[in-house]
């Protein structure tokens, strides 16, 4: 899509006034000063996940033990509710949906559930380019099943280090491959790969396929009753604004009802006999049949609260924002930015790319350390990426046009140079 854009504050105060999602940043705590760019990591804090989480610990603290009966089970069916509210964003059934976890564990049950190797179909497909624990969890499954690594893990490389092409991925799709499990948006350039056509090209060979949402639940509309993947998880503190640390997801296309859990717990037994305490495992018919524990009510009460939000808006119209106002940084970048040494290094398509930008630049690790000092809160990935979000629920276009004259302070009068190399934990 073609747009144009001017180079001007005044012209980034008239999109803000032209934004109809503008007035959402007041559902949002923003620290007076402060840019926050860092949304794709951890979302902020809103009011209403504030307002979710004081609710929980009042029924907590009034109930005791009730809770677990009060409002007619809500709490004890917690998964369920939330998934009933999260099931829009994927276009998904609500109960091929089961809140649980950390992304993390949901990858070892969704490995553990789908994983059946045979002699003659026992590879797995990940990419280079994927988050750690991705890879950590599927190395960890091949070992517990008694495979070598280095006979059973294709990796897809990246031929510019930043991308994966959709035809090389598909080309792994060999008949001794028995799983796949991809990013649906790359965490380090944003590309948004396309689900249905890899999805539909696994299949066709007779593969599992799994995505990880982790960049783009809360971003990017999904379609999952197009798309047909087997399974899915996804974290809910970026986009979702869930919460640090808050609980995750995991999808499984219904078509799998009734596959054994790989890991088993208390909570995916079925309710009606969950408290006769039998040591014979009854499983739950549906995605809930993969829970483990008793639900992490105190982590799920801020992202109940705030799906509310989401729900209201639509994802189409965050979708909109969200193209439009990284589309303006990264016509900004192209104006005013490119002699200094920044480039992009995402994707420009709109259906290509996901919520935030990948900013390049030799300096950007030390850019990142002066943009905090000067209020702006980005993230940094190596070798030299500056990945901003934009979030489309509480970042205004004026403040984008003030992020680029900052970065552009930042290599004209040489601010960078003043901080050291070295690397710190967390940036």
């Not at 808006?313 to 016509?331: C, F, P, Q, V």
Request: aromatic residues 10%; proline residues 4%.
């Amino acid at each position: 899509m073609k747009r144009l854009f001017e180079t001007d504050r005044e012209f980034a105060k008239r999109l803000d006034a032209e934004d109809p999602l503008f007035k959402i940043r007041d559902h949002f705590y923003i620290t007076e000063g402060e840019l926050y760019m860092d949304g794709n990591s951890l979302g902020l804090c809103s009011k209403d996940a504030e307002r979710g989480l004081l609710e929980a610990f009042d029924v907590w603290k009034h109930e005791g033990i009730k809770i677990w009966g009060t409002q007619n089970g809500r709490f004890f069916n917690y998964s369920r509710r939330i998934a009933e509210k999260l099931a829009p964003l994927l276009n998904a059934d609500s109960d091929e949906i089961a809140i649980m976890g950390s992304i993390t564990s949901n990858i070892h049950q969704a490995l553990a559930t789908f994983y059946k190797p045979t002699t003659t179909k026992y590879k797995i497909v990940v990419d280079a380019l994927n988050f750690p624990t991705d890879i950590y969890a599927t190395k960890s499954i091949i070992e517990l099943l008694g495979y070598r690594v280095d006979e059973t893990l294709i990796t897809i490389q990246s031929e510019d280090g930043r991308t994966l092409d959709v035809e090389t991925i598909i080309g792994t799709f060999k008949e001794d491959v028995a799983l796949v499990l991809l990013p649906a948006v790359l965490y380090r350039s944003a590309q948004l790969l396309d689900l249905k056509k890899i999805t539909d090209a696994a299949h066709e060979k007779g593969i599992i396929i799994g995505w990880d949402l982790a960049h783009s639940i809360g971003a990017v509309p999904h379609d999952f009753k197009a798309a047909k993947p087997d399974f899915a998880v996804w974290c809910s503190y970026k986009y979702l604004n869930g919460g640090p640390g808050a609980v995750a997801g995991l999808y499984i296309n219904r078509k799998h009802f009734g596959i054994s859990a790989g890991l088993k717990g208390w909570f995916g037994n079925q309710d009606d006999t969950q408290f006769l305490l039998s040591h014979d495992f009854e499983q739950d018919h549906d995605a809930n049949g993969l829970l483990l524990g008793t639900p992490h009510i105190l982590s799920m009460a801020p992202l109940d609260a705030m799906l509310d939000l989401f729900n209201v808006i639509g994802m189409d119209a965050i979708r909109e924002k969200s193209l439009n106002i990284t589309a303006y940084l990264m016509s900004l970048v192209d104006s005013k930015l490119t002699a200094l040494g920044y480039t992009i290094g995402n994707p420009r398509a709109d259906h290509q790319r996901g919520g935030h930008v990948c900013l390049e630049h030799p300096e950007g690790y030390r850019i990142s350390l002066a943009l905090r000092d000067l209020n702006i809160i980005p993230d940094y990935r190596e070798p030299n990426v500056i990945r901003l979000a934009p979030v489309a629920l509480y970042v205004s276009y004026e403040e984008v046009y003030h992020l680029v004259e900052i970065l552009e302070k930042i290599i004209i009068e040489k601010i960078y140079e003043s901080y050291s190399l070295k690397r710190v934990t967390v940036l």
